[in-house]
């Protein structure tokens, strides 16, 4: 009577990056989400009965290193054109390392982009060192040229600023953008160049969807307001005519006028009573609404240097009649 022998084949699955995939039939191992660096080990056993016994045997051990791969994104944080004016100006972005180890990357900021009406020019790029997301001038770190970000964990991000300067001939409406790009310090290009050696623990670096380079645009829209004040003056005499003799009442009106885009702020109209004259409590009022001429109550005050209206912020195309 012959022999019978079984033999079962057995092997480890590991979790790993999608890309990377071991095949001992018929069993498929995945490598999915792993660090750059990490150490893949595979050993088969099998297993066969001889006889009355139970024999194992097994295979040498297969090590794999992961590769870095470098890929990266960058996106703007402003969530439309940044209204401007002519001077200094800040555009936000955020850059993410999407590949699986640290690494460092070059930062270029590019403002002559075709279609432009106005260049801006590039003052500096910063880093948000307190996470803030709003730049703060002596806070956040400048970075010095070539600009260079420091090691960034995968997955990690951080808050980019380009500092540009709207020059003073860009006219009201007109449109700028600034493109920032980022670009990994080990090397970039199409996808699957390698870089021998280059990578996290000794391996290789393999570039990415992304050529391990993005870009991406801030938006500038110029908005320049302009307030113009236009005063008349009616007079009405004690006979009934419209004469400036003494105990006649003149009543003053001022029409302040926002044009351009945008907006102004602050916007405050004092006027000095003038000389010879007494001011008639309780005359001031604003588009046709009657002010108290207390301080603190309302947008108006009388005091005796004369009358303040604090309009506060008045958009483009909009006017007021005090």
Not at 225 to 235: D, Q, Y
């Amino acid at each position: 009577m012959k022999n019978r022998r079984s033999i079962w084949l057995t092997s480890l699955v590991v979790a790993g990056l999608p890309a990377l995939t071991a095949v001992v039939a018929p069993s498929v191992a995945h490598a999915a989400g792993v660090s750059a660096g990490t150490l893949i080990e595979n050993t088969t056993q099998a297993s066969y009965t001889l006889g009355s016994g139970e024999e194992t045997v097994t295979s040498n051990t297969v090590t794999l290193m992961v590769d870095e791969l470098l890929d990266v994104t960058v996106t703007t944080l402003n969530p439309g054109p940044v209204a401007v004016v002519p001077g200094p100006q800040v555009l936000t972005f955020e850059l993410t390392n999407t590949g699986n180890g640290p690494e460092a990357f070059t930062l270029l900021a590019n403002p002559s982009v075709a279609g432009n009406d106005f260049d801006t020019v590039i003052e500096a790029i910063a880093i948000d060192s307190n996470g803030n997301g709003i730049y703060d001038e002596g806070v956040d770190a400048l970075l010095a040229a070539p600009s260079t970000t420091s090691m960034l964990a995968a997955d990690a991000n951080l808050t980019v600023f380009v500092l540009v300067t709207v020059p003073a001939g860009a006219l009201d409406g007109q449109e700028s953008r600034v493109e920032l790009a980022a670009t990994a310090v080990t090397g970039s290009g199409t996808a699957g160049t390698t870089f021998a050696g280059a990578g996290e623990g000794g391996g290789n670096a393999v570039v990415g969807l992304s050529g391990a380079s993005a870009t991406a645009d801030g938006r500038l829209a110029v908005g320049i307001a302009t307030v113009s004040l236009v005063k008349s003056a009616t007079v009405a005499d004690p006979f009934g005519g419209s004469a400036p003799v003494p105990g006649a009442i003149i009543t003053y009106t001022i029409a302040a006028s926002v044009t351009g885009s945008g907006s102004v702020g602050d916007l405050l109209v004092t006027d000095p009573l003038p000389g010879d004259t007494t001011y008639v409590a309780g005359s001031l009022s604003l588009n046709g609404s009657g002010l108290t001429d207390a301080a603190g109550d309302d947008a108006g005050q009388v005091t005796a240097a004369g009358v303040a209206v604090d309009l506060g912020t008045v958009a483009a195309g909009t006017s007021h009649s005090i």
